[in-house]
């Protein structure tokens, strides 16, 4: 393919319509554009092309650093994928309707840019991704997106980052926008979960960090019946668990992260075998990275493997001094860690 991209255009018109449409699917976007312009024939195969960019600091040998002009040589309902990792003069979120797919880094949007993001209109975005929005931005964001029509195709919306938002979500108010499947949340607050899942009636998957314990006056109104798909860090894992897990029955895969707290490690198992058969009958793969500091304690970790059939995979790694991890996924203690 190299090869033909690089001859000359006038030996590509001797290739049919059907083979060229194939070969520029797979060009780069800075590559295919200069074929824009060459004639009517490459022009109109070119327009159906449909385009997946991302948009990060050029290389130094790259040409247009500043403002990638040869953008502008595509009609904007081309690009169905956009990742802006930069700064981007040009961008204009309301002209690009037909995006399937947009990730952002609000590092790099000023005011209003970003406020494009808040009155866009993309019936056709299905994955929204959200990097480093800004504080004093976050609350009136999330709630934008979560509910609101502007967005009728979205499945996946993820927000990440340093900051948390905790807009004031109605507690028994379904959103418009009930397509959302995935909701990925650096952070929340346990005492807005109801409220949130009762926001996005057909969630399935969820994943978040909840950086305090889940209160014991949480009360859920309802069951969460699509939920299958749970991950989170919880501030004290067994009894956490056991607040979360009575309103998800259907639960299928569960991961769980934290540090269990200064107690018997066998204990925190022993609850957790106890949650699970309670609440996630359904439940068919479960992971687990718990940390544990302690001098005494040391559990041998075939006990913890017969508690219950999904903790075979469990292994303890042992880091400096004291430190213990207990998990499914890891073949040696983390050095770098929130626990450490």
Same mark, same amino acid.
């Given at each position: ?180 499947? *995935? $909701?990925?949340?650096?952070?929340? !607050?346990?005492?807005?979960?109801? #409220?949130?899942?009762?926001? +996005?009636?057909? /969630? =399935? ?27 989170? *860090? $919880?501030?004290?894992?067994?009894? !956490?668990?056991?607040?979360?897990? #009575?309103?998800?029955?259907? +639960?299928?895969? /569960? =991961? ?45 970790? +075939? ?38």
């Amino acid at each position: 393919m190299s090869n033909i991209i690089s001859s000359k255009p006038s030996r590509l018109e001797l290739l049919p319509n059907e083979i060229l449409f194939e070969i520029f699917k797979y060009v780069k976007t800075i590559d295919l554009h200069r074929f824009v312009g060459y004639n009517q024939r490459i022009n109109n195969i070119i327009s159906d092309v449909k385009l997946s960019i991302d948009i990060q600091y050029p290389e130094e040998e790259e040409e247009e650093v500043e403002d990638f002009n040869y953008l502008k040589r595509f009609l904007p309902n081309q690009f169905i994928r956009l990742e802006l990792r930069c700064r981007w003069g040009a961008f204009n979120l309301h002209v690009f309707t037909k995006l399937r797919s947009l990730k952002i880094d609000c590092n790099y949007l000023p005011e209003n840019q970003f406020n494009q993001v808040l009155t866009a209109n993309l019936p056709d975005l299905q994955r929204f991704s959200i990097d480093n929005v800004p504080n004093y931005y976050g609350k009136e964001l999330l709630i934008t997106i979560l509910d609101s029509e502007r967005f009728p195709s979205l499945t996946l919306c993820q927000f990440s980052g340093e900051f948390y938002y905790m807009p004031e979500l109605k507690e028994y108010y379904t959103s418009p926008n009930s397509k959302i499947r *995935t $909701l990925i949340l650096n952070r929340w !607050d346990g005492s807005s979960l109801c #409220s949130l899942l009762n926001l +996005l009636p057909n /969630l =399935r998957r969820f994943e978040t960090n909840f950086l305090e314990s889940i209160s014991e006056s949480l009360k859920f109104n309802m069951h969460y019946i699509t939920l299958e798909n749970l991950r989170i *860090t $919880l501030n004290d894992p067994s009894n !956490d668990l056991e607040k979360i897990l #009575s309103c998800m029955p259907n +639960l299928k895969y /569960l =991961r769980v992260k934290g540090k269990i707290p200064d107690r018997s490690v066998l204990e925190c198992f022993e609850k957790m075998t106890k949650t699970i058969g309670i609440y996630s009958s359904n439940l068919q793969k479960f992971d687990c990275e718990l940390y544990f500091h302690a001098w005494i304690d040391q559990v041998d970790i +075939l006990v913890i493997q017969k508690l219950h059939p999904l903790f075979k995979m469990i292994e303890c790694h042992f880091g400096k001094l004291i430190n213990q991890c207990y998990a499914t996924n890891l073949t040696e203690y983390p050095i770098f860690n929130e626990y450490a």
